[in-house]
Every structure is written in C-alpha cells, then in structure tokens.
C-alpha cells in the first residue's frame, strides 16, 4: 500500500491544489517501511489526481480540499482522508490506526454557506473544476476576465431553486471583499465575478459541480455512542462539531443514531445543491 501526504517542511500542507510536494510512505503489514518525497511539477487538482494514480498511490492524506479535486481522486480510484493538520507523520501514524476521520470536500476559510472554495484547479476537460481559478496556461478550466487577481467587493443574495434564502450579504449590511480568481470563493462565483462591471447586476445559477461538489460516501461514518463522551446528548438531524486527532474542529450532521451508535456526515452542507445567485459588483480595489 502506498499513501500520499500533502506535504511541506513536514506539515500535511492545507490546499490540495497547491502543493509543491507529496511525501509518499510505503506501507507493509501496516507499518511504513520507506519514505520518498517528489515534487507535485506545478500542476492542478486534475493533473494531480494522475500524478498520484501513477505513483501507484492508494490513498491520499490532505487538509484543504474541494468538489473537483474530490472527484478526480475518486476517477483514479484513490481513498481520501481530508482535513488533516500538523505533522505529517503522525497523521499517516493516525491513519493506519483507524483514528483519522475524513472530512471530505470541505472549505478551510470561513463557516457557514457563504460562497467560499478552495484553491487549485484541474486540468481534466471531462471534469468541472470546483476549486477555483487555475493560472496556468492551457488549462481549460483556466479563469478568466479583466477582474482576476483584484481584490474586489460584492453584494450578492445566494437561493436554493425554490426561492429559499440561505445567505445573503444585503442582511449583514456589508460587501464580501475578495480576491477574484484567487480560489477564494467557489468556482462558479468566482466565473460570474471575473467579467463584470462596477454596479452591474448578474443571476448565476451553479450546479453542484460549480459549488460545493457532490456528497462524499466515505464522509459518512458511525462511531459507538460508548466511545463517544457527549454523544448520548445529541440527536439525529442536529449539527455539531468533531474534533480530529489533532484538536482540529470539523461540522458535521447527525445522520442517525440507535441505542449503540451513532452515525454522523461530515460533507458540507451544500454538496449537491444547485445554487442560485444575484450578484453585484460593488468595487473594483
């Protein structure tokens, strides 16, 4: 077996879609048995999902992660464990004893459903890219429009296809500020933002592939309630926070719950929705 850890001066490294390096460990009989580490050539969350699958990688350790890449490490036919932090080792140490919870496709800049993404982009053409921009030239996937790589700030109001809000920056009372293109927000957000025009108005509708990726199997998971201090409190359809075996918070639904155990999902909340935006373009910094 073969696992693939994100990786920079021994850290797992957070954006999936940036690294430089892999540090990849050899596992026999469940013990590591040899280390390399190789250079990830400066490539996207598509590009590196090949890389990987040629590297015979079974199984890749991440922090930050989104939709595409999500899905481009599944077409290889590569387990993911994402959310990881801290050393690098020992979160490969975690793993091999069944301690390191997967998060899935998850958003590493701010909670709740406010348009952010993930950063990276792939490669693939049969793909959607649901990381952000990509800078590379060539790259279909690429972002582009004259406000790339400016910091810009917007108001915008996000709805499901019924017409129910569930975010909007008018009732905060105050413009989001990003850096478009930056891989800050989500892929399609981000697309609509790049051509517009100071006070101009846009309504994007973005499929799953574009938002938030479609749900993560492996992010379902059930846990013996005995295990679990606190866990006989909560109840099915409530939300609450795990913490990995680094201390690291994570959100996750309460799927289900019996007498023993109890189920939980840690995919963001949004994974296969459509969304609806009605963006302005408020300044260009």
Do not use: W
């Not at 080792?89 to 975690?94: L, N």
């Not at 459903?113 to 793909?127: Q, S, T, V, Y």
């Not at 993560?216 to 939300?239: K, L, W, Y």
């Amino acid at each position: 077996m073969k696992i693939a850890v994100t990786y920079e001066n021994g850290q797992v490294f957070q954006h999936f879609g940036r690294t430089e390096q892999f540090k990849v460990y050899t596992v026999e009989d469940g013990k590591v048995v040899a280390t390399e580490v190789i250079g990830s050539n400066g490539v996207g969350h598509g590009a590196l999902a090949g890389l990987l699958n040629e590297q015979k990688i079974d199984a890749l350790i991440c922090g930050g992660i989104g939709g595409g890449a999500q899905a481009a490490l599944a077409e290889q036919g590569i387990e993911l464990c994402a959310g990881a932090e801290g050393d690098a080792d020992a979160a490969v140490a975690a793993y091999l004893r069944g301690e390191l919870v997967s998060t899935g496709a998850n958003c590493g800049h701010h909670e709740g459903n406010h348009p952010c993404g993930e950063h990276g982009c792939g490669h693939d053409e049969e793909a959607a890219c649901g990381e952000g921009a990509c800078g590379t030239a060539g790259c279909p996937n690429r972002l582009t429009g004259k406000n790339v790589g400016k910091k810009v700030r917007v108001h915008y109001r996000g709805t499901f296809n019924d017409g129910t809000q569930f975010d909007s920056s008018y009732d905060r009372g105050e413009p989001l500020e990003f850096v478009c293109g930056a891989g800050e927000m989500i892929r399609g957000f981000d697309a609509a933002v790049a051509g517009m025009d100071v006070g101009q108005t846009v309504d994007v509708h973005l499929m799953p592939a574009e938002a938030y990726g479609e749900p993560d199997p492996s992010a379902i998971f059930t846990v013996e309630i005995a295990s679990m201090p606190g866990a006989e409190n909560v109840e099915a359809g409530e939300r609450v926070y795990l913490q990995n075996q680094y201390g690291q918070p994570f959100p996750v639904l309460v799927k289900a719950k019996d007498e023993k155990t109890i189920t939980f999902d840690a995919n963001h909340e949004m994974a296969g929705k459509e969304l609806n935006f009605r963006i302005e373009l408020v300044d260009v910094l």
